[in-house]
């Protein structure tokens, strides 16, 4: 019997915590709208599955990328989403008069959590990755960076002011969300585009660049790469040097 990979298993962790948060928060809130009172301490519970669910979810997003090349931002987004899901229980239970400043630094891991979930999902849609696509995702990277650092501004900076602040702010949103529209949907045409071909005929024609050829073989390094390059642009290596074989020769 095969034995789930790490990535399968942390979903599966996520779905059902998931669907245990919500469930519970459902239950309380039909409860309350029923006139069934929980006092304090069913208010933090309530406060407490809905969080766990909310980041959840934010971390089955993150989650997406694990098995892919660009799995360090999964990565990342999850340590993010846990440490920000810690802090936002011990603000539910703590019984002390909470800070400006330790709000700061709740809003501040949920606009991380956000940046890194958005950016885990749009690296998890775009399969086939050619220079346009790249170029795309390198731009939504980028733009998610500038907007998690302007995020910051109004949160940190109490004094700051300025006209062009917000027009300048929802112009790098604005941008973000295109490139992270864009990108997949490109990539879902040109996969489709491509030729449809079975697994089997796949494994074929990639296995055919291991055997030796009248030459000799080939550098086993040189066929790692090719396939390399080709799974990271979601296409077979047939696929990959199919454009360079059609090229005119000068």
Request: with cysteine; glycine share 10%.
């Amino acid at each position: 019997m095969k034995q789930k990979s790490l990535g399968p298993r942390i979903r599966r962790v996520f779905l059902w915590t998931m669907i245990g948060s919500f469930c519970l928060a459902a239950a309380a809130g039909i409860f309350v709208l029923i006139g069934v009172s929980f006092g304090e301490t069913g208010a933090r519970v309530l406060a407490t599955t809905s969080t766990v669910g909310a980041f959840s979810l934010a971390m089955l997003c993150c989650g997406a990328v694990f098995s892919r090349p660009s799995r360090m931002v999964g990565v990342a987004g999850v340590a993010v989403c846990l440490l920000t899901l810690a802090w936002s229980i011990f603000m539910i239970w703590s019984e002390v008069e909470h800070a400006w400043s330790t709000f700061q630094v709740l809003l501040s891991g949920i606009t991380l959590t956000v940046a890194f979930s958005f950016a885990s999902l749009v690296l998890a849609s775009a399969t086939a990755r050619d220079k346009l696509i790249r170029g795309l995702l390198w731009s939504c990277l980028g733009l998610i960076a500038v907007g998690v650092s302007l995020t910051m501004v109004p949160i940190w900076d109490e004094g700051w002011e300025g006209e062009l602040f917000p027009r300048a702010y929802g112009i790098v949103l604005i941008l973000a969300v295109l490139c992270g529209v864009v990108a997949p949907l490109l990539s879902s045409l040109r996969k489709r585009g491509a030729p449809h071909q079975s697994e089997d005929q796949r494994g074929v024609r990639d296995d055919a660049w291991a055997v030796p050829t009248e030459g000799g073989a080939l550098d086993p390094a040189l066929v790692a790469a090719l396939r390399q390059e080709a799974a990271t642009r979601g296409i077979t290596v047939a696929q990959l040097v199919d454009p360079l074989l059609r090229s005119p020769r000068t």
